[in-house]
């Protein structure tokens, strides 16, 4: 059974960057697809980011330019690279595995400031 924490969140300035961190254990990742997705106060879930076992990767058209997913299938890990963010990238944002996913991690906050 994978479990996944995410990790990286926190407060940030306007323009200002951060990278998450989803480390995965009980399981390798390699033949997943794994996505990052976040969830505004008040606002459903939604995709952010995924990247195929392959190493495709594609992106909501809001983050498209500023964030990059990535992934270490040695470490077990996954990224989120998030550049030039701005207050509408405030959520609480969760790695997951599957397409549809089949888990969540707990979560990570990232609030921006403007």
């Known amino acids: 059974q994978v479990q996944l924490v995410e990790s990286g969140g926190g407060l940030v300035q306007a323009g200002g960057s951060l990278k998450l961190t989803c480390a995965a254990s009980g399981s390798s990742i390699r033949f997943s697809t794994m996505g990052w997705y976040r969830q505004a106060p008040g606002k459903e879930r939604e995709l952010v980011a995924r990247i195929l076992s392959t190493g495709s990767t594609n992106y909501a058209d809001s983050v498209k330019g500023r964030f990059t997913i990535s992934r270490n299938n040695v470490k077990n890990m996954v990224y989120l690279q998030m550049n030039s963010l701005d207050s509408e990238d405030t959520a609480l944002y969760y790695c997951?595995?599957?397409?549809?996913?089949?888990?969540y991690g707990q979560g990570t906050q990232v609030t921006v400031s403007s």
């Open positions: 997951a595995q599957g397409v549809p996913p089949r888990l």
